[in-house]
């Protein structure tokens, strides 16, 4: 399976034989974040995305309304099959989860493509440091915090980070790295004390899972990409598409292409 | 005085009118560590500094002992008596400060200039940050650390390092900032914790004067150039020079032209 092309990798999702978490798949790949929207909104959300360009680093945009291939990002796609698995929300609440989205597709939809911190932990691992969550085999440790968004039409809400647990020289050099690839979040946006930014319990995540922080350790954040998923939450919109989390779309874009240096 | 060239500066040192600090004067050009060093000793301490880049980040040598001039860092200079004010070592001990070392000189003396931070804390006071020894009017604090050089030859000794106290988000953003200038000491080394390097009380440096850290600032500490001085008093030479602390070489080289990117 991780020997498999993004294209064969989408294939898959598109016949159905693939409906599973893509980490780890296609390693050197960008893997996306997607949100689909109802053009209506869609001014808003591309405007929220530019205020807030460390938790919503925007990959790609369709093209028009209805449009469901990206092909500056992915060869023949097709946004509705491609991924393996959606989640379908309702005036904000979550109403199904899909390996297909034909069925449920409007002309008036405009998808999203978002940075995911797939990228950058390749890069991390690739200098020789430790992630924890990946060594732990969890999921990244998420928090909302108090650090607000700029808003933007109908979007607004705090912004989420991911935490990983590194010794200071090592946070040092995540953050030279990290800085390279302003599109994958860049460079975290706090160190150290987790009530700084609004997080009561560090060992309490708000979504995936708890790691274990050594001594010597602090813990490192970087914005994460469930934020705008917060945001197109506290809107409440009539309708709205996500991918599931974990299963994201796996682009034919090289990580090394999002290097800035 | 602060509108002079670093050129009149140099003059000024050379005629006896100016022997004061440095600090502030010529801004935009680079100012330099300065180590004097006979001969015999010089291709250790070049290895020296070859192996511990970050406290030892060389910026020049002269070409060939007793030679008094670096052309590619100042214009007709004479190192004996264009910096304000000199130390002169024997067998390790202080034994004068002079404004001119024309009468001490030797055939066999070999000069090394070594970046400082008064560099890296202009790029990161031009970005809008406080940088606290500044704002207090006092010297940075720096500390004797337990993290150990490579040795080379006569040359060993620890780390010493200097602080500077921010917030997280400023840190990250000093850490990008002095990423960019390898030559001035790059990136901090370490943040947080002091006793994680050694350093036993924040509030007593062991040169230069303790600073104000307030509530949400961690400290984050930079390789120092006083780290090659102690090295050299280690190595008890029967003979060296040094400038007086805070009483630089003035160059012709901007500090824009040490940014790597």
Redesign the interface.
């Known amino acids: 399976m991780q020997q498999l092309t993004p294209y064969q990798i989408r294939q898959l999702c598109r016949s159905g034989e693939f409906a599973s978490n893509t980490s780890g798949l296609a390693p050197g790949f960008v893997q996306a974040n997607m949100a689909i929207i109802p053009a209506a909104y869609a001014a808003d959300f591309l405007q929220f995305c530019h205020f807030n360009p460390k938790p919503c680093p925007l990959l790609g945009m369709a093209a028009r309304p209805g449009a469901v291939d990206l092909p500056q990002l992915a060869q023949d796609l097709d946004i509705r099959t491609d991924l393996p698995r959606y989640r379908i929300f309702r005036h904000g609440e979550l109403v199904d989860e899909v390996t297909d989205l034909t069925t449920v597709w409007r002309d008036d939809l405009v998808t999203f493509l978002i940075g995911c911190s797939f990228s950058f932990e390749e890069a991390l691992l690739a200098d020789g440091l430790e992630i924890r969550n990946i060594t732990e085999r969890v999921n990244v440790p998420m928090y909302r915090t108090n650090l607000a968004c700029q808003s933007a039409g109908v979007f607004s809400g705090n912004m989420v980070v991911s935490m990983r647990p590194m010794k ?2 090592d ?2 050099r995540a ?2 790295i990290c ?1 390279r690839f302003p599109q994958v979040h860049g ?7 987790p009530a ?1 930014i609004g997080i009561r319990d560090i060992n309490q995540p708000d979504y995936g899972d708890a790691v274990t922080i050594k001594p ?1 350790e ?1 813990p490192v954040f970087w914005a994460c990409g469930v934020t705008p998923q917060v945001a197109i939450a506290n809107a409440k919109l009539d309708f709205c598409i996500s991918h599931a989390p974990g299963h994201m779309l796996v682009t034919d874009l090289t990580n090394s292409k999002l290097a800035v ?1």
């Open positions: 200071p020289a946070a040092i953050i030279q800085s460079a975290p946006v706090h160190f150290g004390d700084a010597g602090v240096l």
